[in-house]
């Protein structure tokens, strides 16, 4: 397995800057046995009754933040709330830190941070004197959104970032970047869903900063997800397995909430709660147990998210989805189309 057969060439101009309006006016590429063009707008048409849509409620914050340790500037990407109450992040210069400095942070005097931890790559744990309302409203105040880097924003994110960036199930703070499938989905969308009979729950996966970080290694197997915190809680999983259970089909709603359903999944393929930390690494040879189906945006060339829905929906036919997509205008990426994906061979 090499990282280069994961590779394809994508035009600069296929890649989306803004989102659709309204959200379900993407485009959709539905992906079989063959090829089909729709849009998000026709899932209702596409999914019958009794089938679940799982979708991530994580809600992104604020999570770029520009830290002073005495006249030294630091660059400060928030990534992970720890166990302990602690936080895990990315710093741009690391190395002008010291185990104890204490960080100050633009624009909210009130906050600031002990680093607990240095990691090798720039990974540091920071303990904030702020936490809950406090915090978070502190973080409004210093922080921006970490929008990805193949965004173009050169005065960084706008005031339509703002409400563009967070997806219609967000709940729960804790992401730095947005579970992207679910940008798609607005109340009139979900509204018609029901109407057919298709219900939908969700779950929280944070997604984290090493979501932006690329594959640094030729075979994929030596790479590394970062650790995001997740949940699953009892009346959700009792959810999806009711619907299972029932003859409904599973709609991963983005590959975040697919790793985490997958993390859940028992041997049988019943979801099991869940609380705390995963890491899986989806490659193809995964025996997917939780999903039928997989609604996802158009992802990076080499990326473990390719990766992922090649493992899902086949190599072959992946690869023939993305060159029809290219060849035919749908946008990439974040604020891009979309794919709904049915399981087949790697």
């Not at 993407?26 to 679940?52: F, K, Q, S």
Request: charged share 20%; glycine share 8%.
């Amino acid at each position: 397995m090499r990282a280069s057969d994961y590779d394809f060439p994508l035009p600069p101009e296929r890649i989306a800057h803004a989102p659709a309006r309204p959200r379900e006016a993407a485009r959709l590429l539905h992906i079989g046995a063959t090829l089909a063009d729709r849009h998000v707008r026709d899932l209702p048409d596409l999914l019958r009754a009794g089938d679940l849509l799982v979708a991530n409620n994580t809600r992104v914050i604020p999570a770029q933040l520009a830290a002073r340790r005495g006249e030294a500037r630091v660059g400060i990407t928030l990534d992970r709330p720890l166990p302990d109450g602690s936080w895990h992040a990315l710093a741009r210069n690391a190395r002008r830190l010291r185990v104890g400095d204490t960080l100050r942070f633009d624009a909210a005097d009130d906050l600031q941070a002990a680093v607990l931890r240095i990691d090798e790559g720039g990974g540091v744990a920071l303990r904030f004197n702020l936490e809950g309302a406090a915090f978070s409203a502190a973080l409004a105040r210093a922080g921006a959104l970490a929008l990805p880097p193949y965004i173009d924003r050169p005065a960084g994110p706008t005031a339509e970032d703002q409400a563009d960036y967070q997806t219609t199930f967000a709940e729960h703070e804790g992401a730095v970047a947005a579970p992207t499938a679910g940008l798609h989905f607005t109340p009139d969308l979900l509204a018609r869903l029901a109407a057919r009979g298709v219900a939908h729950t969700t779950v929280t996966l944070h997604v984290g900063a090493g979501t932006f970080l690329p594959l640094r290694t030729e075979d994929p197997r030596d790479h590394h997800i970062h650790p995001e915190r997740g949940e699953i809680t009892a009346a959700t999983a009792a959810t999806i397995n009711a619907a299972r259970a029932a003859g409904g089909r599973i709609i991963a709603v983005g590959t975040t909430s697919l790793r985490l359903l997958e993390a859940a999944a028992t041997l049988e393929g019943r979801i099991a709660p869940f609380s705390g930390e995963t890491d899986l690494f989806i490659l193809p040879g995964h025996e997917f147990r939780s999903a039928d189906l997989l609604l996802t945006n158009f992802h990076l060339p080499k990326s473990t998210l390719f990766m992922l829905v090649c493992a899902f929906a086949g190599h072959d036919r992946m690869r023939a989805a993305y060159t029809h997509a290219i060849a035919t205008g749908f946008r990439f990426y974040s604020y891009g189309d979309a794919t709904l994906l049915e399981r087949g061979a790697c």
